[in-house]
């Protein structure tokens, strides 16, 4: 099956609304490459289950293919034309089949030595797409806030290292009542500025109290789902012939109903199952879980405001104690925790960073429950410190 | 698609690189007082004690490690055995590229044949090409007992020998996989399988063995370790990558052998994407590299006339490359990941020296080759003519 022989009939297994969808730009996805359209594809598919940037993004995409002629559209697609696929990959199922088709394509590209050059032609198409349909620039200035090291009276190392360079340093915020505070600041923002899935708060252990006009997601509620789906790796590991990558097809497969969030917000729940699905180490260490939930919602939903709280994972326990008597207990590492949240903190703001509107963001991120803070955005100086004591409400004031 | 939010730094690969480079020279420079290498092409290699047999040691500092954590000025707390005791006394190369597919199993068999091997990373398969202990061997005429793979997974089984038609069977390495003997030392006891989950980038998923791998029952024959003896030092140690050490100490000191490959894997760890862990595994085979040269310069058979290389199989994703998420995988192939180092010491190297100029991963095989004295003739790499 080559693209130029799509026809409407052949995405009848389709959701509704991304049949909708792909059935009205089939002429211009006739013209594609193979080596670019099931990754097209793989978007749209899900789309009745994406969130609205991304399905903004989809429409755009697909409105800019549907406007440029077949001689633009050669040269915006001739890297891509030149990858050289195989007919294994010409006869998967790639129209029902998409996201399986572009992780193998991924192998081959490798195996080919032809990565490279789809890298070359991905971030040129990138750029031409950014250029001709530029993405929309948010309603109000993002705020990204990360609370670290719960559980640890006092670092072994300074704090925020990654940052500083980018911000103001505070050291003698007031701690008290401080996570109350920045997830009241948060209700009001979605309060004011209400946007599906446009403001979250992310939590690594179980979810503090909150305006339920928050999209929330949290590693102590995802409990349940987290031991049905070690369950299940373990179960699809021991059949006859199971290797990691027919293991990660099969979890690609895994809906919300299997591991128990059949209820509910559909699209958040497939959010959530992709999280620990998809996400390495999400289902054993919370920091990890918490990162990857930050990096997945600014890529995926691009909120105005996420805020997340990071919480002690267990501790991965050395050979030695392994090999003794009694090991069953779960113990935490609050200490190593903080170091991986501190990094965990620096990849949210630069993903952050990485949406539209970037020059306007701010980003702030405490060392919760004590007096350490650091503040970035367009009024906070960068590379300085202050000594002010302030509670966290008063920072964000300055900030937004 | 994800690609317009996402962009990569706008740095071509080649300046990356040689950014990296350039960056990994400023830095030992000022740290070690090493010199440039083109400003030094004279007299102060280290002699070869003979009439010895020239052995060498190879470590791949596994799996993986990134400039910030470990050479740029930041990173340097973690590699403080590097710093202090080995690069003073190496020769250090600041490019070294792996240009092949950054999966560990294949990219290690990639640095043992020479050759950029295309099998499948997770699948119990022989390298295709001939590796150096093939070459080692045949050219040589040595027996098994000469050369020796120490490989922390199951995965790594077939590293010892290819499948080439001209080499292959029974011409290639012995392989110990000291966790694959842990399992079977504690096998009926408790559930190990968290310790001796096989590796990172697959934590659920371990390959079958069919490899020429010792088994338990070898253990004392060939180590002169008893299982109780290896069971109760096993549960002294803190990782697998410590336990290869043990292995490979044992092994150096009861066999000897002239080829040594020591693949470490602790530093992998970094897929479950807690950062500190990763430092953590960092800190460990920075360590671990200084016991192992002590053990050089400790044992008669190897003290004088060995020359040891330390390099990893690759680095990690960029923080900056929006296809993937930092120091947690290798999976965008870009400049941070492909661009690693080399250091080498010991006997016929020069002492504090620097190159920045490119090799490449590839060329590790055929220098072991001129150093040893075998042909890599299927290699497609070439001799690093700075080491000889």
């Known amino acids: ?400 | 698609m994800a690609y317009g939010n996402f962009l990569p730094a706008k740095m071509t690969p080649r300046e990356a690189a040689w950014q990296l480079a350039c960056n990994r020279r400023d830095f030992l420079r000022a740290a070690t007082g090493a010199v440039l290498g083109s400003a030094l092409m004279g007299p102060f290699a280290r002699a070869v004690t003979l009439p010895k047999r020239r052995k060498a040691v190879v470590i791949t500092f596994g799996g993986g490690a990134r400039d910030q954590e470990t050479f740029a000025a930041e990173g340097q707390e973690n590699i403080p055995h590097l710093m202090r005791e080995l690069i003073p006394q190496s020769t250090f190369f600041t490019q070294v590229v792996n240009r092949g597919i950054l999966g560990h199993y294949v990219a290690t068999a990639s640095l043992a044949t020479g050759v950029y091997e295309t099998i499948n990373n997770f699948a119990s398969l022989p390298p295709e090409h001939p590796t150096a202990f093939e070459y080692f061997r045949k050219d040589l005429k040595r027996p098994s007992s000469d050369a020796w793979v120490v490989a922390p997974s199951n995965g790594f089984n077939r590293i010892g020998e290819s499948s080439h038609r001209s080499y292959g069977s029974g011409l290639g390495a012995r392989v110990l996989l000291p966790k694959h003997l842990l399992t079977a030392a504690t096998s009926g006891g408790r559930d190990y399988q968290h310790l001796l989950r096989d590796n990172y980038e697959t934590p659920f998923y371990a390959p079958e063995l069919g490899g020429s791998e010792v088994e338990l029952n070898q253990l004392e024959e060939i180590l002169k370790l008893s299982v109780d003896e290896f069971k109760a030092h096993a549960r002294t140690l803190s990782s697998p990558d410590e336990l290869s050490v043990y292995i490979a100490r044992q092994l150096m000191r009861q066999v000897a052998p002239s080829l040594l490959w020591i693949t470490m894997h602790d530093i992998d760890i970094a897929h479950a994407g807690a950062y500190s862990l990763y430092i953590d595994g960092i800190r460990r085979t920075d360590r671990l590299c200084a016991e192992i040269w002590k053990a050089i310069e400790s044992e008669p058979e190897y003290a004088g006339n060995t020359t040891m290389f330390i390099l990893p199989d690759f680095g990690r994703d960029s923080d900056d490359d929006s296809g993937g998420n930092g120091f947690q995988h290798h999976r965008t192939g870009d400049t941070l990941s492909r661009t690693t180092w080399m250091m080498a010491m010991g006997a016929g190297v020069r002492e504090g020296v620097v190159f920045d100029r490119a090799v490449d991963s590839t060329d590790l095989v055929p220098t072991l080759g001129s150093m040893l004295g075998f042909s890599a003739s299927l290699a497609q790499g070439k001799p690093i003519h700075e080491l000889l």
Do not use: C
């Not at chain 1, 360079?165 to 979605?190: D, M, T």
């Not at chain 1, 497969?253 to 209820?263: F, I, M, V």
């Open chain 1, 1 to 400: 099956m080559l693209p130029s022989d799509l026809k409407p009939e052949l995405f009848k297994n389709y959701p509704p609304e991304a049949r909708e969808v792909v059935t009205r730009h089939i002429p211009a996805l006739q013209g594609l490459p193979l080596s670019i359209l099931p990754s097209l594809l793989r978007e749209v598919i899900d789309y009745d289950f994406k969130f609205p940037a991304e399905r903004k993004a989809v429409d755009r995409e697909l409105a800019n293919l549907k406007a440029i002629s077949s001689d633009e559209s050669a040269v915006w697609f001739a890297g891509f034309a030149k990858i050289k696929l195989n007919s294994a990959l010409e006869d998967l199922d790639w129209i029902n089949s998409p996201a399986l088709f572009v992780e193998q394509l991924s192998a081959y590209l490798w195996t080919t030595h032809q990565l490279d050059a789809f890298r070359v032609a991905a971030v040129d198409y990138a750029a031409r797409l950014e250029k001709a349909a530029p993405p929309v620039k948010p309603v109000i200035p993002r705020l990204g806030i990360a609370v670290i090291g719960q559980g640890v009276a006092t670092p072994e190392e300074p704090l925020f290292r990654k940052l500083r360079a980018h911000g103001a340093y505070f050291n003698r915020i007031k701690p008290e009542n401080g996570l109350r505070l920045l997830l009241s600041a948060v209700a009001v923002r979605a309060t004011a500025h209400p946007e599906p899935y446009g403001h979250w708060y992310i939590d690594g252990g179980k979810a503090a109290e909150h305006d339920p006009v928050l999209t929330t997601v949290s590693y102590g509620d995802l409990e349940p789902a987290r031991t049905a789906l070690l369950r299940k790796m373990r179960e699809e590991i021991d059949r006859p012939g199971m290797g990691p990558e027919a293991l990660r097809t099969i979890l690609a497969k895994l809906r919300p109903a299997d591991l128990g969030l059949g209820t509910g917000d559909e699209v958040l729940n497939r959010f959530q199952i992709r999280l620990l699905t998809e996400g390495s180490g999400t289902q054993i260490f919370s920091t990890t879980f918490a990162q990857w939930a930050g990096r997945e919602t600014l890529r995926r939903a691009q909120p105005l405001t996420l805020l997340v709280r990071f919480a002690p994972r267990q501790r991965q326990k050395p050979m030695n104690e392994l090999l003794s008597a009694n090991n069953d207990q779960i113990e935490f590492d609050p200490m190593g925790s903080l170091v991986d949240a501190d990094m965990g903190a620096y990849y949210n703001w630069l993903n952050q960073q990485r949406l539209p509107g970037a020059e306007q963001s701010s980003f702030l991120v405490w060392f919760e429950d004590h007096g350490e803070a650091l503040a970035i955005g367009p009024s906070m100086p960068r590379g300085t410190e202050s000594a002010s004591t302030a509670d966290l409400a008063q920072v964000l004031s300055w900030m937004t």
